[in-house]
């Protein structure tokens, strides 16, 4: 009988679906190994592919105990392909389908639908792990290079997750688009990455954390909202996944909040009391609030802009069709159809910002980013803790969803943080304060030294609390192959 | 719609397109400003259009003849960064009448057409490269393009989704040029225009969709070189300087009349009529093509060719109850066949040909206008050549005979000429005439015999030239009765039967897109599939489907 919860290895990659008895799908995917193994070696630095990682992997699906910890090349980690249990007589949440038995196999009308989804979110798993490439090199410590390289195999493993999809049920045109997954790449002048935000270099630590926080949480978002898919095997797939991201996200606020540690530790001990005493700050080596600030302000926003048009028909039909749902859409109270119900929209009217009402299946993609900014929002209240408890007088907040977008309806215009309409001029001149300059980045940039050395860490980042699988403070996380 | 739609533009005023120029080779840049749709309730995201969008590419395509003779090569490309064009606006659609529906695509083809025609007619060949999303309209326009080169940047597709997410046709003549010009195998075209997503990469080109893939990062490179490639084969004479189309004098009285320098539209509400009155020249014709070149866009033959197709356009848009169109002339005869004898005589200067070649458009124009069309051959007429060609575009012709008392006016004539055997092809390809003596084509030459002669009625008559003739006591109640008559039928009945009787003969591309596709699509829009309240059409957007009526018809 197939064990759904331990992972097989009796492929050459672990699975819980039975791969060994799958012939067509385990020869597409051996046939697709290969490609994607070359597009890990040419990615990593060489350094690092040889380098034992301390990592964990997953050996199960059960939620209490799902992972092992241990030393690994990142070449021959063992990723695989994972579903969460199956739910019986799970049925579809949401749309016209709302109550049936959820599809085991794709429904012929919403086959370009769902392959365009699974897509899109497969085209942003392998993207992230190109734009944070380099970022070993410049390693505050052994710990934060662990966790790195942690998220960038699981980020591999989310693809491998999609191409099963794409193998499995989607024919000759799933194999073609798994293919076309590793033929883009971030930046890439030949095939860029489907969206745009996925194909900026991240350049450097402070960056990672703040895309790991606000962008892998716009990811968490679309997987929670795939979770609820009445495509089982694709719920399934998102619900693992899901397990997963939640180290992501921790590495983001962590990693956030360590840097904004440090910074008011060291004003402290240096006797700064005024947060804008910015140069005497940055002396001490380490990043100033009002420039952390400045890099919040462009990832957030940066990250609402992957929620797309506020209004979207693409969203509704997705939707509707039950193939996308929600976040949490089991536990909201509704029929869970929408046909009828609105939900509030900025608009421009007349050079004024006003909330509108307009149907409720339309703004999928607004009740998202509205649930994604109460979620992004709690991490922000700890960072502020930590700076309340040194005594200094600051402290961090999410700009106004108006700032520095590029879609939707606020593209094209002009706001400042707080959300105000300003002139063009006017932005321009606050930008300087808004948003992280060259020189802002030139100096976070200078700060970028590595820091090798089992429990030692750069200078503007503390520790971290705690260390990864409960290991102490000096855990050499990564025994370097340096040749 | 109460508000008047004018076809009218000029590039000061162009909201949607930038054009550069260099040389030979012309870019021209789709980049719809989202807010400035013709009509409220829609915003004009992703590069889609609606059809102030068309009559300012139409603008432009015009203006690239006459304006910018030295452009051999125009490249079409997107001024967005992701998208290409993603079509006709839905919420357009959705939101437009069935007649706006009708009219809007029949325009959007009849520009189509023109850039179509532009590279094998007069050495101006466009060019399609594709990068982002191009989707439906998006793709109709690059199919008329003589070339589409698209980016194998991984994620640019070209698709005809229509029928899967709307439940209409590709009615822009995509259909028909899928098959009939790009030639692609019907069962891959069954495919490709089933499958929202479209198709990407090398799979476009092994389909024939497109005519080139290249690398993205040869994107660029291949745009130029292909431009240059076209340029330099043009056979478009390299050193003409271009005239400007100046603004045209148009008044518009309160109760609907047009009136402009060579043409006065009157309309008659109740009685469902507009005459449009052509005065022949006031002056001799130009004597050498130079000066007919000073004078530019206020030459007469440009000038009524563009006052004639304002006109017809206006009230194909504007004046929708407006049922009978009825043709009259009044002028010199003799002086119409010196104008038109000068560009027919030079018809390899450029200009001569682009006039004439504009000629050949409008009187198609006419051809393709889904009213009742009547001339009336009056003492005191001036239909020759080129506007005796008015006389076989129109469903019937009534010529008065002999003399009307106290009407000193020159007997009604016709007169032929070259222009009425060759130049101006209807869309099945044949000549007007070949056309009208489709079972006698000896007639055609019978009637060539009276080469540039005067006809009076008898004669005109016996050559078949004209419907009916009558005197001065049956005139007035005749005429009167068939306008009469003519009103009261349905205009549905009208439009279909007038269609059908006026191309006979062999079937062209532009035949099928204006009758299979045409009629098709114009079919599809009335139905409930589509435009019923629960129809695909009407709930694009609100992420329900369509609910459909599941009997095949």
Redesign the interface.
């Given at each position: 009988m197939l064990d759904l919860i331990n992972v097989s290895y009796d492929t050459q990659i672990p699975n819980n679906v039975g791969l060994s008895t799958d012939k067509r799908v385990l020869k597409a995917l051996e046939k697709w190994h290969p490609g994607y193994i070359s597009w890990w070696n040419d990615l990593i630095p060489r350094d690092f592919q040889e380098s034992l990682v301390y990592l964990r992997t997953a050996v199960s699906v059960d939620p209490k105990g799902w992972t092992k910890f241990d030393y690994v090349k990142m070449p021959e980690y063992r990723w695989g392909i994972l579903l969460a249990p199956q739910i019986a007589d799970r049925k579809i949440p949401c749309g016209?389908h709302a109550g049936d038995a959820a599809w085991q196999d794709v429904p012929g009308e919403y086959r370009?639908?769902l392959?365009?989804l699974i897509v899109i979110q497969g085209d942003t798993e392998p993207a992230s792990v190109e734009q944070q490439r380099f970022l070993g090199r410049t390693a505050p410590s052994l710990y934060d290079m662990r966790n790195l390289f942690q998220v960038n195999v699981e980020e591999g493993r989310h693809l491998w997750a999609m191409v099963y999809l794409l193998h499995k049920y989607f024919g000759a045109d799933g194999r073609d688009e798994a293919d076309?997954l590793l033929?883009?790449s971030s930046g890439?002048?030949?095939?860029?990455r489907?969206l745009?935000a996925f194909n900026e270099e991240t350049p450097d630590w402070l960056s990672f954390f703040m895309f790991t926080y606000f962008t892998d949480r716009d990811g968490k978002m679309q997987l929670e909202s795939l979770a609820q898919s009445g495509f089982d095997p694709l719920s399934r797939t998102c619900r693992f996944m899901l397990t997963e991201e939640a180290h992501h996200m921790f590495v983001g606020e962590t990693g956030v909040g360590r840097t904004i540690e440090q910074t008011c530790l060291m004003m402290k001990k240096a006797g700064i009391d005024d947060p804008f005493d910015i140069n005497r700050i940055r002396a001490l080596g380490v990043i100033d609030l009002p420039t952390i600030q400045k890099k919040l302000n462009l990832h957030y926003t940066l990250s609402l802009d992957l929620f797309g048009?506020e209004v979207s028909?693409n969203?509704?039909?997705a939707?509707?069709?039950g193939i996308k749902g929600r976040y949490l859409e089991s536990k909201i109270a509704d029929d869970h159809r929408?046909?009828g119900d609105t939900y509030k929209v900025w608009n421009f009217v007349d050079g004024k910002m006003v909330q509108q009402d307009v149907?409720a299946?339309?703004a999928?993609n607004m009740r998202l980013r509205d649930d994604y900014t109460r979620d992004a929002a709690g991490g922000i209240g700890r960072w502020n803790k930590i700076i309340e408890k040194m005594g200094i007088n600051f402290a961090m907040k999410l700009p106004h969803e108006a700032f520095n977008r590029k879609i939707g309806v606020f593209a094209g215009k002009f706001f400042d943080p707080a959300g105000m309409v300003v002139t063009q001029p006017a932005f321009e001149a606050g930008i300087r304060e808004w948003l992280p300059t060259k020189a802002d980045g030139d100096f976070i940039q200078s700060l970028m030294k590595p820091c090798y050395e089992a429990g030692k860490f750069a200078g503007w980042i503390a520790p971290p609390k705690v260390g990864i699988d409960n290991q102490a403070g000096d855990f050499e996380y990564v025994k370097l192959h340096m040749a | 719609m109460s508000k008047i739609i004018d076809f009218q533009t000029d590039p000061t005023t162009y909201h949607h397109w930038r054009v550069t120029y260099d040389g030979a080779v012309a870019t021209l840049f789709m980049d719809v400003d989202e807010s400035a749709g013709l009509f409220a309730g829609y915003e004009l995201k992703l590069n889609s259009y609606d059809l102030g969008v068309d009559i300012e590419l139409a603008d432009i395509v015009q203006r690239m003849r006459f304006e910018h003779p030295e452009v051999k090569a125009v490249i079409l490309r997107s001024g967005k960064e992701r998208v290409f064009c993603a079509g006709a606006n839905i919420r357009m659609l959705g939101g437009a009448s069935h007649a706006h529906k009708v009219n809007f695509c029949k325009f959007t083809n009849e520009t189509r057409n023109t850039f179509e025609a532009a590279g094998a007619e007069s050495g101006q060949h466009y060019i399609c490269a594709v990068k982002g999303a191009c989707a439906g309209g998006g793709y109709e326009l690059a199919l008329a393009c003589d070339y589409i080169i698209l980016t194998d940047d991984g994620s640019t597709s070209i698709s005809l989704p229509e029928v899967p997410l709307l439940a209409v046709l590709p009615g822009t003549g995509g259909l028909t040029r899928v098959t009939d010009k790009r030639k692609v195998r019907r069962d891959l075209a069954d495919v490709f225009c089933a499958t929202e997503e479209g198709v990407k990469g090398k799979r476009a080109k092994e389909w024939r969709l497109v005519d080139e893939v290249v690398a993205n990062s040869k994107f660029e490179e291949a745009i130029a070189a292909r431009a240059r490639d076209f340029a330099d084969r043009s056979t478009r004479a390299t050193a003409a300087t271009g005239i400007i189309l100046k603004p045209l004098t148009r008044t518009i009285a309160a109760d609907g009349s047009l009136s402009y320098s060579t043409i006065d539209v009157a309309i008659d509400r109740k009685a469902r009529r507009a005459t449009l009155t052509i005065n022949g020249p006031d002056d001799d014709a130009p004597a050498t093509m130079d000066e007919f070149e000073r004078q530019g866009s206020q030459a007469y033959l440009l000038r009524l060719a563009r006052e004639l197709d304002d006109a017809i356009l206006h009230l194909r848009l504007n004046e929708l109850e407006i049922g009978l169109l009825v043709f009259r002339t009044q002028g010199d005869p003799q002086r119409v066949l010196a104008h038109e004898a000068l560009l027919l005589d030079n018809a390899r200067h450029w200009l001569a040909n682009e006039v004439l070649l504009y000629w050949k458009r409008v009187l198609k124009r006419i051809d393709l206008t889904s009213r009742s069309l009547v001339a009336l051959i009056e003492h005191g007429s001036c239909f020759a050549g080129i506007l005796a060609e008015v006389l076989f575009a129109v469903d019937r012709s009534y010529m008065m005979e002999g003399d009307f008392e106290g009407d000193n006016r020159p007997r009604a004539s016709l007169t032929l000429s070259p222009a009425n055997f060759g130049p101006f092809p209807m869309s099945n390809a044949l000549t007007r005439l070949q056309t009208r003596f489709l079972g006698e084509p000896v007639k055609v030459e019978g009637a060539h015999a009276h080469l540039r002669k005067p006809l009076e009625a008898s004669e005109a008559n016996e050559l078949g030239l004209i419907t009916f003739t009558f005197d001065e006591v049956d005139w007035d109640d005749e005429v009167r009765i068939f306008l009469e008559e003519r009103a009261s039928f349905s205009p549905d009945a009208m439009t279909g039967m007038e269609a059908n009787l006026r191309f006979p003969g062999p079937e062209t591309m532009e035949t099928r897109i204006f009758g299979r596709l045409t009629a098709w699509q114009n079919w599809i829009f009335q139905r409930p599939n589509a435009v019923g309240a629960e129809g695909a059409l009407q709930r694009y957007g609100t992420g329900q489907r369509g609910n459909f009526n599941l009997q095949r018809i």
């Open positions: 016209e370009a639908m392959r365009r076309d033929r883009r890439s002048q030949e095939a860029p489907m745009g048009q028909t969203a509704a039909n939707f509707n069709a929408l046909n149907p299946l339309t999928i | -």
